[in-house]
């Protein structure tokens, strides 16, 4: 969870490092009630909507990019990952295996980020369903209130290239937070449709973190997901 400047830091909330996933105990339940008993009237539907959500998240970070373009100049970040594991709200998202995670994020002086992050997973949802890569496409707005608080609002899109199946996990979650001088983040995110199933979602995040010398540093936080 190490970002490289301030920036980086404040935009922790849109990352989701190797502390996070997208995979809750309640998936595997939610797709054998729902999806196996989709007529196909109705999966035609469902996919019609996915198409829909994926081009309106498009079309937000496209719209973000020309915006930042114009601003100012641009910062580049980037990094490489190795974790033991890749877990997030309690659940492993790598079956408890190592994953591999890259990263890289353009931020301008205005506030302004976008960026995109990737990580091998190894999710199983029933036969024929499964999930080997995940990438999130992220893109918000940090501004300072004071000399010690910044906000943040921004927008996460998380797709599955290379699933197997009929179902597709895409879906779009939308972030608010708050930092408190690079050392405490409080960070709400909401999704309206997870993984299409049209379950809204709703996650209440703390972290903090301070550094440990010169190279380490050492966090630890709590979250409800809901």
């Known amino acids: 969870r190490k ?10 909330a849109f990352k989701n490092q190797s502390r996070n996933c997208e995979l809750s105990d309640m998936e595997p339940r939610i797709a054998r009630g729902k999806y196996q008993v989709q007529s196909q009237v109705e999966y035609g539907l469902m996919r019609t909507n996915i198409d829909i959500s ?27 990952a190795l974790t033991t594991d890749y877990v997030k709200r309690g659940v492993t998202q790598s079956d408890s295996d190592p994953a591999l995670q890259l990263g890289a994020e353009l931020s301008f002086k205005n506030g302004l980020f976008l960026g995109a992050w990737g990580s091998t997973i190894d999710i199983t949802n ?6 080997d890569l995940e990438l999130n496409y992220y893109a918000g707005f ?33 972030s608010m937070g708050a930092n408190f001088s690079d050392f405490i983040w409080i ?26 010398g010169k190279i380490w540093s050492i966090g630890g936080g ?4 809901d």
């Open 187 to 212: 960070d709400v995110a909401y999704s309206s449709d997870l993984y299409h199933t049209g379950r809204s979602t709703t996650n209440i995040e703390l972290y903090a973190e301070r550094p440990v």
């Open 126 to 131: 029933g036969p024929s369903r499964q999930r």
């Open 222 to 225: 709590a979250g409800h997901y």
């Open 3 to 12: 970002f490289v400047g301030n920036r980086k830091r404040r935009a922790a």
């Open 142 to 174: 940090v501004f300072d209130v004071s000399n010690s608080w910044q906000l943040s609002i921004g927008a996460v899109a998380y797709d599955y290239p290379g699933q197997t199946g009929t179902i597709d996990y895409g879906y779009l979650e939308y």
């Open 54 to 80: 994926k081009l309106l998240s498009s079309s937000l970070f496209i719209a973000l990019f020309f915006i930042s373009a114009n601003s100012s100049a641009a910062e580049f970040s980037g990094y490489v």
